[in-house]
């Protein structure tokens, strides 16, 4: 099921190319957990919705994953409207950085995002 329902984060419906299930890539995390990581690296990587390419970024950052500060890097620059969107989760998820303003946001996202 989990391969099944993961390819449904990259498709796109044609009578609607940008409407997205942007809870599917929650649902898939809490339910499969880490095995579903692979496949969220890999829709945040394939998709061209970047609202998708957030949801699924915001699930790879709360399980640690360096690729999720990438990708959630790549949504804000093709679509600068999601960067509060973003910079707001991560105030919200690091509560260290609650109240701290944008340029020590991407600060300490390009540090996470360049972390092996």
């Known amino acids: 099921d989990l391969a099944r329902l993961a390819a ?13 299930d942007s809870s599917l890539p ?4 809490r339910a499969y957990g880490d095995a579903s990581l692979p496949l969220l690296k890999q829709a945040a990587r394939d ?19 360096t690729e999720g500060f990438q990708y959630l ?8 409207s999601f960067k509060p969107e973003a910079l707001q989760f991560v105030r919200d998820y690091f509560p260290d950085l609650r109240g701290q303003n944008e340029g020590v946001l991407l600060a300490f ?3 996470k995002a360049s972390t092996h």
Request: aromatic share 4%; charged share 20%; net charge positive.
């Open 47 to 65: 998709t061209t919705q970047v609202g998708m390419r957030i949801s699924c970024a915001k699930e790879l950052i709360i399980a640690g994953q």
């Open 109 to 111: 996202l390009k540090t």
């Open 8 to 20: 449904l984060l990259t498709k796109t419906n044609p009578a609607d190319p940008y409407s997205i």
């Open 73 to 80: 890097l790549q949504a804000m620059d093709e679509k600068p």
């Open 26 to 29: 929650y649902s898939l995390h």
